[in-house]
């Protein structure tokens, strides 16, 4: 009973946004090294690279990495806007204009791709 | 849900302190009861060692908030019959501070942190001599307004994470209210009051989650408050204040 309270304490659009782009930020902490390494380590030779960056599993673990970044990106962009511009009730547009984008731009990358 | 189906409420209240347990009553079904009638029945008519708080009992004095079904609210003007699960009610103190006894926590950190926040008025050399002239849709005037009706119940500073994250956070209650001497023209203690809420525990610590403003019983938006001290804060920086 408890944990579902919990629960229904913060099932709001705010505290949702919040989680999401503390997530998004801790995945990008995890993840963007990771990325750098692997691409420092394929980046050898070139021809290997272009080969290696055309794996199926390659390519969808960057829109991934597109999509955590675009999240962040925009939901940082968000909590800016709505702490550093005078107070106005539209803050779920805010969330859901976020959320539109990041999909957008993730979206826009994996079509770049094929 | 209709409380006249119902017989009675299946309640489980904490008794004891920080160590405890939750006990079951039943209490008989009335109709437009609230959470504080529930309550002072069990006490009134099962066991008359149950401790806990209320005062006026039409949400004015901010005494008898609890943590009902796990979220915080003023009992007094909460119908029980709209937080049950069906029958079944689970009443606890409030969160992040501590229990004294039963559903009766201990408010004095909550209190002291609105002193540490500038929460007094500190009245302009010779604002006493004469009413200070402050037109009612001046902006200052408005955003004070909006912040002022708080009753100090504490609802926002249980709902909040941050203050459960970390306990030395001024909290959303003592924000808001610094927020209003912010905007007030007869205030004289701006500059103290900025530097009191702009410190590692203050308004940065609020990640704008609005659990506060989601729960506060009186609407108020202690998030937005807390925003706009940000912005003052940040103002006062980027002039070279503290
Ligand atoms: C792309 C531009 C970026 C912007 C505009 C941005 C913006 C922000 C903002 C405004 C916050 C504060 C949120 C809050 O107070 O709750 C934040 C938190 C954070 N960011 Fe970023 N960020 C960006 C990039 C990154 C990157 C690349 C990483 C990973 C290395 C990252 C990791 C984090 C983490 C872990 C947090 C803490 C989350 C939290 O407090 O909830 N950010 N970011
Ligand atoms: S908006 Fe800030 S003060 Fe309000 S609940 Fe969230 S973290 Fe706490
Ligand atoms: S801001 Fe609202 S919830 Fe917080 S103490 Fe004041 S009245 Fe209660
Ligand atoms: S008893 Fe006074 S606010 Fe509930």
Redesign the interface.
Same mark, same amino acid.
């Given at each position: 009973? %408890?944990a #579902?309270? *919990?629960f229904? #304490? *913060?099932n709001?659009s705010?505290?949702w946004a %919040?989680m999401l782009h503390r997530i998004s930020g801790v995945a990008l902490a995890l993840f963007l090294p990771v990325h750098f390494w692997v691409l420092a380590l394929a980046a050898k030779s070139l021809n290997g690279f272009l080969v290696w960056a055309h794996q199926p599993l390659v390519e969808y673990a960057e829109a991934g990495l597109v999509l955590l970044l675009a999240l962040h990106l925009t939901g940082g962009l968000r909590?800016l806007v709505?702490? %550093?511009l005078p107070?106005h009730n539209w803050q779920k547009t805010a969330i859901a204009i976020s959320g539109g984008v990041s999909l957008g731009v993730a979206l826009v990358f994996m079509l770049n791709l094929t | 849900m209709d409380s006249r189906v119902l017989q009675t409420w299946e309640l489980s209240l904490w008794r004891g302190t920080e160590e405890g347990r939750f006990a079951s009553y039943q209490v008989p079904c009335r109709e437009r009861q609230t959470v504080l009638d529930v309550v002072t029945y069990v006490q009134r008519h099962i066991d008359a060692s149950v401790s806990y708080r209320f005062a006026c009992r039409v949400g004015m004095c901010g005494s008898c908030a609890m943590t009902v079904n796990g979220v915080p609210r003023w009992t007094c003007r909460t119908r029980i019959a709209e937080v049950a699960q069906g029958n079944r009610i689970a009443i606890a103190p409030l969160s992040h501070l501590p229990v004294i006894k039963d559903l009766v926590c201990d408010m004095s950190v909550f209190f002291e942190k609105w002193t540490t926040a500038g929460g007094a008025f500190v009245p302009t050399p010779g604002a006493t001599d004469n009413f200070a002239h402050i037109p009612p849709d001046h902006a200052a005037r408005r955003a004070a307004d909006a912040a002022i009706e708080c009753i100090g119940c504490g609802v926002c500073y249980a709902g909040c994470d941050v203050v459960g994250w970390r306990p030395e956070y001024l909290g959303p209650a003592a924000l808001n209210r610094a927020w209003t001497l912010v905007n007030d023209a007869r205030d004289g203690a701006g500059a103290e009051r900025i530097a009191a809420v702009a410190g590692d525990a203050g308004c940065h610590a609020c990640h704008s989650q609005q659990n506060c403003t989601r729960h506060c019983p009186k609407h108020l938006n202690p998030a937005a408050s807390i925003a706009g001290l940000k912005r003052r804060a940040a103002a006062a920086l980027w002039r070279g204040g503290s």
């Open positions: 009973m %408890f #579902a309270s *919990r229904h #304490a *913060r709001h705010n505290y %919040f909590v709505l702490e %550093f107070w | -």
